[in-house]
């Protein structure tokens, strides 16, 4: 599910706000992509149409952050 929200809205939701409060402060509405039942955040961007658009996607690392929390290093070949 993803849809936009205030800036002031989104700020009350516990978990996106580490995201939300790093955007420039003029941007009044905030994306907001949501997994019921999994995970919930604040989206900063960059989006494209398709993969494709980015070229090869090459996973340099992948760390556990906590449960149920990942971090994943990539970086893109055209």
Do not use: F
Not at 36 to 64: F, R, W
């Amino acid at each position: 599910r993803v849809y936009w929200l205030p800036r002031e809205e989104a700020l009350k939701i516990p978990g996106i706000v580490k995201l939300a409060e790093r955007l420039p402060p003029d941007v009044a509405e905030i994306r907001v992509v949501e997994i019921p039942g999994v995970d919930i955040q604040a989206d900063g961007g960059p989006h494209v149409k398709n993969t494709c658009e980015v070229g090869e996607i090459v996973v340099q690392k992948l760390e556990s952050k906590g449960a149920r929390r990942k971090r994943i290093t990539y970086t893109l070949s055209p």
